[in-house]
């Protein structure tokens, strides 16, 4: 089976760009990468990748693609199989991407009507390590997402795309790998939508630090600080100024992707929060409604 490797962008269509440009390149912690079309481009600066969110202004917000990798052409040709296979309503079969960075990749829709795309062999962007105490993302961690039939999106997303269950919280959140990290990709009940978007920083005190410098930034933690249970990792959730959720994230677990069992862990506070020091919880997150943009292919 073929299977996809990792997860490269978000693109989102916001109507204050301004605004969700400064969020991102000024208190988040990315930074911009020169294009010559009229879309904002961000890096992480812990990653090759060249980067990680795509923004666009229009007054109709809304997810435009999730951008994901794989390893080789063969294997995005294989994935568009599979993707074919399982009833994939697909937008473009495998091209030469004329998107920033190019490379070799395809566009369809996930059965909740949201825009994917797989690609391999494009253009990588300049890394470095990053120092403790810069508080700023390494790259994205994961992307939770909620769906009216969360099972099912569980199922199609193993046999079409080869993601592997790590955890369920009770029967309603599903956490799903695509290589030895934990999770890149979580499911829960609800209308089709993004629940968040979360990034990793390189430990605890990174966090903290990030934490600390959205406070002073005026934006305050949604929930958190705190440490979940499925995956281990901390975490603390914030939203943007066009109320996208995103997340700070560290010392997710490192699993055998060809191995690891997974659990179900009982849902109570402490399994949600194993510290239950910090404010608020789900209940103070933005409510789940459904995306404006399912179904429809985005302009680029
Ligand atoms: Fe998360």
């Not at 490379?103 to 890394?127: C, H, M, W």
């Amino acid at each position: 089976m073929a299977r996809v490797s990792e997860i490269r962008f978000v693109g989102y269509a916001v109507p204050d760009l301004a605004a969700e440009r400064r969020f991102y390149a000024d208190v988040w912690g990315l930074t911009e990468v020169p294009s010559d079309d009229e879309m904002v481009y961000f890096a992480a600066e812990g990653t090759d990748e060249k980067y990680v969110v795509r923004l666009r202004e229009d007054a109709m917000q809304r997810i435009d693609v999730i951008g994901w990798a794989a390893e080789t052409r063969a294997d995005v040709d294989a994935l568009f199989e599979q993707v074919k296979a399982n009833d994939g309503k697909i937008i473009s079969e495998p091209h030469e991407l004329d998107t920033l960075g190019g490379g070799y990749g395809f566009r369809f829709f996930d059965p909740n009507g949201f825009t994917l795309q797989i690609s391999a062999d494009v253009e990588r962007g300049s890394k470095r390590e990053l120092a403790k105490g810069e508080a700023i993302p390494v790259k994205i961690s994961h992307v939770v997402m909620h769906s009216p039939d969360h099972k099912a999106l569980v199922a199609w997303y193993e046999k079409a795309l080869g993601f592997r269950v790590s955890d369920w919280l009770g029967d309603f959140m599903c956490f799903m790998r695509c290589n030895s990290w934990h999770h890149r990709l979580a499911f829960l009940p609800g209308p089709p939508c993004f629940n968040h978007v979360a990034y990793d920083v390189l430990t605890m005190d990174d966090m903290m630090r990030g934490v600390g410098r959205l406070k002073r930034n005026d934006v305050d933690i949604k929930w958190g600080p705190g440490r979940h249970t499925a995956g281990n990792n901390t975490f603390s959730y914030f939203t943007t100024p066009n109320n996208n959720v995103v997340e700070y994230t560290s010392e997710l677990e490192e699993v055998d992707d060809d191995h690891h069992q997974h659990q179900v862990h009982i849902p109570k506070p402490e399994t949600m929060d194993q510290w239950g020091s910090g404010i608020g919880g789900p209940q103070t997150m933005p409510k789940p409604s459904p995306d404006a943009g399912l179904w429809q292919a985005a302009v680029a």
